[in-house]
């Protein structure tokens, strides 16, 4: 499959390495119930928990080109970062393992829930080596360390944003262009996701504007304003630009991209990974309604910051939620994993 970014800038092919993970575009759908019982009948959902498997979510989009540039680099080892529920350090554990790369993973303690335990069991289950980081202050000092004594090893951020990363983002933007030209979906006036290490949200505002798509795109600040903020965004996007320029790719103009998107930030409530009473409301509202599962950490208080601008009249025409969990799908799995499996060090979490 040509995948869109390399079907509208045939350039890149041959420049851009990338990993076959994600098979075909994800779904779009009609939140018909929830828009009913908001009486605002022009609610949509990309859903991205569908974009590979055994595990989905936004985070496969990003490790289809940093895995292939550790494969590129002749690296033989992953170390990436990431809370000790982190969705991105279990979907590099899995992709990692496949494509035969020893995965180190360096954990930051956060609020334990039952996400939580259920991922730093499937960590150990998935063949990842687990180190413990009392802090993101430490992770730099760690890393460094790590790299100089490992040379071997490839080295992906927290949340995979890197501008190779962000291309992940701009190629669904892309797809969605697509969808929009099939008739799949009308054109979204605006789009609402979680904002975490930003290049989610940066590979979109990028993408739309390469699609020459006019959207309002709200990220729902779920991190600490050190690590989500406009700076970030606009590190993310200039970069991601000068690799494109460098491999060949026109030039983005006769855009704003700071007045594209909207960074919110009522909705963290009082630190990562804690739930928010507008989180948990908007999480029973999905479930009850469209039998979609969010979590408190990332889809939760995004989706509440939505539904929060549906009700106040903040915005009209077509809204689309991008849905970037991977689901409950290895719940099952986890509960039938023995706790000696994990490192001692981690069992306390459990």
């Keep these: ?48 928990s569908y974009t590979a498997s055994p595990y989905g979510g936004n985070k496969p989009r990003k ?41 180190h993973l360096l954990l930051v303690p956060q609020p334990v829930t039952e996400h939580v335990k259920m991922s730093v069991k499937l960590f150990s289950y998935h063949g990842a080596v687990l180190h413990l980081c009392g802090s993101y202050r430490q992770v730099d000092s760690f890393v460094n360390s790590f790299l100089r004594c490992n040379s071997d090893t490839y080295y992906i951020p927290a949340g995979g944003s890197t501008p190779l990363g962000v291309l992940g983002f701009v190629n669904a933007a892309l797809e969605l262009k697509d969808q929009i030209h099939g008739k799949e979906i009308p054109k979204p006036d605006h789009i609402f996701l979680p904002a975490g290490t930003c290049g989610t949200l940066a590979g979109l505002i990028l993408g739309f504007c390469l699609a020459e798509i006019p959207v309002k795109i709200h990220g729902i600040r779920v991190v ?32 704003d991209m700071k007045s594209a998107y909207t960074l919110h930030n009522d909705y963290f409530g009082k630190g990562y990974g804690e739930a928010t009473p507008e989180g948990e409301e908007a999480a029973l509202m999905f479930k009850s309604l469209e039998n979609i599962d969010l979590e408190v950490t990332y889809t939760a208080k995004a989706a509440a910051a939505m539904l929060s601008a549906v009700k106040s009249h903040a915005v009209s025409g077509p809204v689309l939620f991008w849905y970037t969990f991977a689901g409950p799908v290895f719940a099952s799995l986890s509960r039938k994993i023995e706790n000696s499996i994990v490192p001692n060090e981690f069992r306390r979490f459990l």
């Excluded at 200039?238 to 103009?253: D, I, M, R």
């Design 1 to 48: 499959m040509t995948i869109p970014l390399f079907k509208y800038f045939p350039e890149l092919m041959q420049q851009i390495p990338r990993t076959d993970i994600i098979p075909h575009a994800t779904p779009v759908g009609y939140l018909r119930k929830l828009g009913a019982a908001l009486n605002y009948p022009d609610m949509w959902i990309k859903m991205d």
């Design 63 to 103: 490790l289809e080109f940093l895995l292939a540039d550790a494969i590129k680099a002749n690296k033989r080892e992953i170390l990436t970062v990431g809370g000790i529920g982190s969705n991105h350090c279990l979907a590099t554990a899995i992709y990692g393992k496949k494509l035969g790369f020893k995965v």
């Design 224 to 255: 600490d304003e050190g690590i989500t903020n406009v700076e970030t965004v606009s590190h993310l996007i200039n970069g991601t630009l000068e690799l494109l320029t460098a491999s060949g790719c026109k030039s983005v103009s006769g855009f």
